[in-house]
């Protein structure tokens, strides 16, 4: 089949790619104009594999189409239209044209959700279900006839991040295969979508992202995850706009114990621990916000908040200097309009993007010899001089960055052990769903050693879902069986200095 893409992003290249795969003649690709002398990922895909590329900056003037738009796309012969993540809204002499229609992917379960952010409302109304849809597209906003649906579990410390990279994105471009498969065998289902259920929400910017302190706990900690990274959920405190990411409500076992933060209109003064900053709701409950954006765009741990800059800078080796310079290179192919990048240099600032953010992940990973960063690294790092200090204590082992364990202590032949007693999952340990726990008892004497987290169905979802991410795409699946045992046992104290519970 004959087939004209029109969109944009990574998800818009595995689409074309995974078209092309199958056997489609992709007659063209239609995405955004350069920004910054930056191709996007389908224009740059398409270009390379030689197929025709359009990059209007519009398609119709005064509510008109554009007669040399329209004439270049017809001159295609398109038979289908696809539209993966289109953020351009096209004529419907366009949309309307093949013989086929056109189709667009969306990130929620239509009719919930029509709008650009549907995946934060997701969140921000604490829906237990999400998914994506493929509809045919007609004259309305995303209110055309279903064509697919495939639906997943919202988790409750979900972000936009976490939900698009595990279900949205993946299973969203196999969606898009599987849907025009089904046109081409002739199969394909139009189904009416309802109107019983529908909800349209405008698009969410900054400054619509203020928190509004008069809900309840949940309520909250769903808009900041809802907002998570962009545009991210703010509020006034500490004489400046502070912006946060990373909530959990999952705050067992927390004292609000700490430097109190005043901020005007909330509940409680919010209260800065070890583990990060609590927040109360008008209900009285907790959540716990564990990174702040300062005004100044700086990212720093929620911890952190009324700390000093880290003025014990490392010294860089000059193995590691060279390594510096490889990486700023590597700043200034991302950055081409920055003419010299110095210390000072701000990624974001500079005009990066989060497409920018995986490019950089890759780029270091080449450059170091595989090193795995995480998208958030970089955005708590967002100078080059900081950037450069993580990824010197990360090539050195990152020793600074523990993983905070809440340890029952017990006395035993004279010893005191140190014995977690939560979950492992996605590399932290945390509470069951609910706080469920059970007893577990010695073998000695039957007595209660300890309350141990009970893990429900969903902790479940959640491991497995973390294990398979973290053997598909980190390092894990990509290391050695030796070094898998190398990091298992790191930290362990050796054999025979290890404590014997027992006694024998």
């Known amino acids: 089949m004959k087939i004209a893409v029109i969109g944009q992003s990574l998800f818009g290249q595995e689409v074309y790619s995974h078209l092309k ?3 489609h003649k992709v007659v063209g690709v239609f995405t955004v104009p350069d920004q910054d002398g930056k191709v996007d990922p389908l224009g740059l895909k398409a270009e390379q594999d030689g197929v025709p590329v359009f990059k209007f900056s519009r398609w119709r003037a005064k509510g008109q189409a554009l007669p040399d738009v329209v004439a270049k796309y017809q001159a295609l012969g ?42 934060n409302w997701t969140l921000i109304h604490g829906d237990k279900k999400g998914g994506f849809t493929i509809f045919w597209a007609d004259d309305g906003l995303d209110t055309g006839d279903l064509l697919l649906q495939k639906e997943c579990d919202i988790f409750p410390d979900d972000t936009v991040s976490t939900l698009y990279s595990r279900f949205l994105f993946p299973e969203g471009v ?27 929400e405008g698009i969410q910017k900054k400054e619509t992202a203020r928190i509004n302190w008069e809900q309840p706990a949940e309520a909250i900690h769903n808009w900041i995850r809802g907002n998570d990274k962009v545009p991210g959920a703010w509020t006034e405190a500490c004489g400046q706009k502070l912006t946060f990411f990373n909530s959990t409500l ?12 005043p901020i005007p209109g909330a509940h409680r003064p919010g209260v800065v621990t070890k583990a990060g900053l609590l927040l109360f709701g008008n209900d009285d409950k907790m959540l716990l916000v564990r990174n702040i954006q300062l005004e100044d765009g700086k990212m720093i741990p929620a911890s952190q908040l ?17 390594t ?24 974001f600032k500079s ?28 955005y708590m790092a967002t100078a080059f001089g900081d950037f450069i200090q993580l990824l010197v204590r990360k090539l050195r082992g990152d020793k600074e960055s523990k993983c905070v364990i809440d340890y029952v202590e017990m006395a035993v032949n004279k010893l005191t052990l140190h014995m977690p007693h939560q979950l492992f999952i996605g590399g932290a340990f945390v509470d069951a769903e609910g706080s469920r726990t059970y007893e577990t008892v010695s073998p000695t004497d039957g007595s209660v050693i300890c309350q141990v987290a009970l893990a429900q169905v969903s902790d479940v979802d959640k491991a497995v879902a973390a294990a398979k991410d973290a053997f598909e795409h980190g390092l894990w699946g990509k290391i050695s069986a030796r070094d898998r045992g190398r990091l298992l046992y790191r930290g362990l104290p050796s054999p025979s200095t290890r404590p014997d519970p027992t006694g024998t």
């Open 21 to 23: 795969e199958e056997g």
């Open 78 to 119: 398109a038979e289908l239209n696809v539209l993966p993540f289109c953020s351009q809204f096209i004529p419907m002499e366009i949309i309307s044209a093949p013989r086929h229609g056109s189709i667009i992917y969306h990130p929620s379960l239509l009719p919930r959700h029509r709008g650009a952010s549907a995946i």
């Open 174 to 200: 196999k969606g898009m295969v599987q849907a025009v498969r089904l046109i081409a065998e002739g199969k394909a289902p139009r189904l009416p979508q309802p109107e019983e259920g529908a909800t349209y």
């Open 250 to 261: 999952n705050t067992a076992g927390l004292v609000p114990e700490g430097e109190a933060v």
């Open 306 to 322: 009324f700390r000093g800059a880290d003025s014990s800078a490392l010294e860089l080796t000059e193995e590691e200097l060279v």
């Open 324 to 347: 510096a310079e490889a990486v700023r290179d590597a700043w200034k192919r991302i950055l081409p309009r920055v003419p010299e990048v110095d210390d000072s240099t701000d990624f």
């Open 351 to 378: 005009g990066a993007t989060s497409v920018d953010v995986v490019r950089l992940v890759e780029e270091v990973k080449e450059l170091c010899d595989g090193l795995e960063l995480e998208n958030e690294d970089v």
